[in-house]
């Protein structure tokens, strides 16, 4: 099938790639002219494990295009994804500016039937305002028709986690289709048969909301890990334990319960933000969600005060990081926890020196007066303690003994519990990690 992707994002671009990989013809489009003149010579224009070798391949087999104008890919296309990002406002509202204006450029090209399809993570019922916004647009021929509507509009929200984004389109939990017609449907299903996978089908608010409930739920699994944490340091427990305990019930399950410094990227934070708003704007105040929200927030000061309170003084103190992403596995840096640490420390005086394997020229564009080095040797070296901010799996690797040589002092805070296993204690390092009952 012939299908359209407006944006190339993150969401957009591997959508579209893996569109193109399970047998269909792909047109891209994004209107940041930059961006767009890198993908149109075969590089990615994002950090994605596995995306630049599939991209390259589509675009050799000639199943993956990467067009000037909304109106080339759909007139090109049968199906269009809306993949364009919808920010936050202040108030934390989902600004939905781009996703009205990709509406109306796509209602103004429209020469036959197309379905449109949303993709990118929107309020409830903005599917009916992208319906009103194509119906008022459409060319003149098709509105002296009446009645003879020559579109559909659908919902089709995105599961995907950065740094597992391929393997996760390939192997869903499950597809979400929001319809409101037998066609769209049937042409969603068509697009997702390859992944042979379960298809729930629902109306387009219903899948609106799924997508709002299952990263809020996400949240809310950390935020409590997160809470508990506090508890385990409080009264001696420890969390790895206390976790492993429940996630083995399987109405819990173990996943997404490991504490550390709170949630970030571009998803939970806004995506948080956007469904309290939502539910108050509907008469509804979401407390529990907003207490998540608060948790997070609760959970990175709680960090630094544990590093205050152990280094002692931080002012003049080098404080090596390690990782700066807002997880593993990307080059993603939108609301890391790493950005409010950092800030906090830098405010108090401390010399930041840091290292992640993906990140640190998104991380340049971000602060100020610090120094990036090439390696955890490099961040050790004089430091006063290291502070690991990011599970990357080269952090696993460290020699110890070699570290501890070059620190100024041994000390290490681990706020993602990435070398509980190591018994730093015993190879003579102060160390500290996240809920393990040790302050
Ligand atoms: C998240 C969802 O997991 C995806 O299903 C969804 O498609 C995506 O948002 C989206 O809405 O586009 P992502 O933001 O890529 O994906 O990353 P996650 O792996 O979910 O991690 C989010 C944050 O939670 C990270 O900062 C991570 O470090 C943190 N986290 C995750 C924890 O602190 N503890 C955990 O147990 C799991």
């Avoid at 589509?58 to 993949?83: D, H, M, R, Y």
């Avoid at 090209?109 to 949303?118: A, C, G, N, P, Q």
């Avoid at 960090?303 to 003084?313: A, G, M």
């Avoid at 290490?412 to 509980?420: E, P, Q």
């Amino acid at each position: 099938m012939n299908i359209g992707i407006v944006g190339t994002g993150y969401v957009g671009l591997v959508t579209g790639v893996c569109l193109s990989a399970i047998g269909h013809t792909v047109y891209c489009v994004d209107n940041d002219r930059e961006k767009l003149k890198t993908l149109r010579k075969g590089i990615a224009t994002i950090y994605e494990p596995g995306l630049q070798e599939l991209m390259t391949k589509q675009i050799k087999k000639k199943k993956l295009f990467f067009c000037e104008t909304i109106k080339e890919a759909s007139k090109k296309s049968l199906v269009i994804f809306i993949a364009v990002g919808t920010p936050s406002k202040k108030n934390g509202d989902a600004d939905l500016t781009y996703v009205e204006n990709v509406a109306r450029q796509i209602a103004l090209s429209m020469d036959s039937y197309k379905l449109i399809v949303e993709k990118s993570t929107v309020p409830a019922a903005t599917g009916r305002r992208i319906e009103n916004t194509i119906k008022v647009n459409l060319p003149k021929k098709f509105k002296e028709r009446g009645h003879n509507v020559p579109f559909d509009v659908a919902s089709n929200p995105e599961f995907l986690r950065e740094g597992s984004a391929i393997a996760d389109f390939m192997n869903p939990d499950r597809v979400v289709i929001g319809v409101e017609s037998k066609k769209a449907e049937e042409l969603l299903k068509e697009i997702y048969k390859p992944l042979k996978t379960r298809i729930v089908v629902t109306n387009i608010t219903s899948a609106e909301i799924i997508k709002h409930a299952s990263n809020s739920f996400l949240a809310t699994k950390i935020s409590f890990a997160n809470a508990l944490s506090q508890i385990c340091d409080k009264v001696g427990a420890d969390i790895l334990k206390v976790t492993e305990g429940m996630g083995y019930d399987k109405r819990i399950g173990p996943s997404f319960l490991n504490a550390g410094i709170g949630f970030g990227g571009s998803c939970f934070p806004k995506d948080v933000d956007a469904f309290i708003r939502l539910s108050e704007k509907s008469g509804y105040d979401f407390n529990l969600l907003k207490a998540v929200r608060l948790t997070n927030e609760e959970q990175k000061a709680a960090f630094v005060r544990l590093i205050e309170d152990k280094l002692w003084i931080i002012k003049g103190k080098k404080i090596g990081v390690l990782g700066l992403a807002f997880k593993p596995n990307t080059d993603d840096m939108r609301n890391a926890p790493s950005v409010d640490i950092i800030t906090r420390l830098q405010a108090e005086g401390a010399k930041i020196k840091a290292y992640d394997p993906q990140a640190m020229d998104q991380a340049k564009k971000i602060f100020k007066g610090m120094t990036f080095c090439q390696n955890v040797y490099a961040v050790a070296k004089d430091s006063d303690c290291l502070v690991v901010l990011t599970e990357w799996d080269e952090f696993r690797q460290v020699d110890f003994k070699r570290l501890k040589n070059v620190m100024r002092q041994p000390m290490i805070f681990d706020g993602r519990n990435l070398y509980k296993n190591d018994h730093l204690d015993d190879l003579g390092f102060e160390y500290f990690g996240i809920g393990r009952g040790v302050v």
